[in-house]
């Protein structure tokens, strides 16, 4: 009954539906570059917390996005369902935080030598 079901599933709908869309979004995604040095935010944020952050913290995410992507496409051509429902809240943790850290990094700036404003 499960057989039937996979197949009815993926003959009917999932295959035309992963053929086009999943190459959609199966690209593999890269560390952005920051449009500053990591020194420049001192003496808000530390040039270690940022470099930190930036290359271990960030990256882990990209890295595991990646992988996680490779191992999609692979239980996609399975057509291994199961496979492929696991490993979505994975893709989802760790391709959401690649964004939010993406997003983050653009809310930064450099110091002023002088706020801008009067306290
Ligand atoms: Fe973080």
């Known amino acids: 009954m499960q057989r ?35 020194e420049d935010l001192e003496p808000v944020l530390s040039r270690d917390q940022v470099e930190t952050h930036h290359t271990k913290h960030h990256q882990a995410y990209v890295t595991n996005y990646n992988k996680l992507i490779e191992q999609l496409k692979e239980a996609t051509e399975k057509q291994d369902l199961e496979k492929i429902v696991s490993l979505t809240p994975h893709i989802k943790f760790n391709g959401g935080s690649h964004i939010n850290h993406s997003i983050y990094w653009t809310n ?3 110091v002023k030598s002088e706020f801008p404003f009067k306290f």
């Open 4 to 38: 039937i079901f996979k197949n009815m599933f993926f003959n009917r709908s999932f295959s035309k539906f992963t053929q086009k869309s999943f190459s959609e979004f199966q690209r593999k995604v890269e560390l952005p570059k920051l449009t500053y040095n990591y």
């Open 108 to 110: 930064l700036a450099p």
